[in-house]
């Protein structure tokens, strides 16, 4: 048990040369943010009437 992260290292290292000899690549966990703004909403600019154009609110 004292040994476990030692051996672990080298058994990642191991691996990792295997894949790389066969031309593998270890997938990553990744995670895409996307972030976008809302529409612009119409003009609160007064109509012929002296209404706003989007009814006040």
Do not use: H
Request: hydrophobic share 35%; proline share 9%; aromatic share 4%.
């Amino acid at each position: 048990p004292i040994k476990q992260w030692e051996v672990q290292r080298a058994f990642n290292l191991r691996l990792r040369r295997r894949l790389d000899q066969a031309g593998l690549e270890l997938s990553m966990p990744r995670l895409n943010v996307q972030l976008s703004r809302a529409p612009k909403a119409k003009s609160a600019e007064p109509d012929e009437q002296g209404t706003p154009a989007d009814g006040g609110i």
